[in-house]
């Protein structure tokens, strides 16, 4: 009996909310606001920011970095 009417208000809950929603209007900044974000955040993993080199540049060249200052200690 509790699962039941836990489903029921959970379900009227949901039809509630989506005829409420059907009724809202938002302006079109805030599409494009959160386009942005949406785009920024699906890409996150692509670049560490919008002026620095991606990952894999910025690992390639630390390692050749650490190659270059070992055969440096070597010569000497």
């Not at 910025?58 to 050749?64: E, G, Q, R, T, W």
Request: aromatic residues 14%; contains cysteine.
């Amino acid at each position: 009996m509790k699962v039941w009417l836990s489903c029921f208000l959970i379900l009227f809950a949901i039809a509630e909310l989506y005829q409420w929603a059907q009724h809202v209007t938002l302006p079109l900044p805030f599409y494009i606001l959160c386009g942005a974000v949406l785009a920024v955040a699906s890409n996150t993993d692509k670049r560490l920011g919008f002026f620095l080199p991606l990952k894999d540049e910025v690992l390639a060249i630390a390692s050749s970095w650490q190659i270059k200052q070992s055969n440096l200690k070597k010569s000497e």
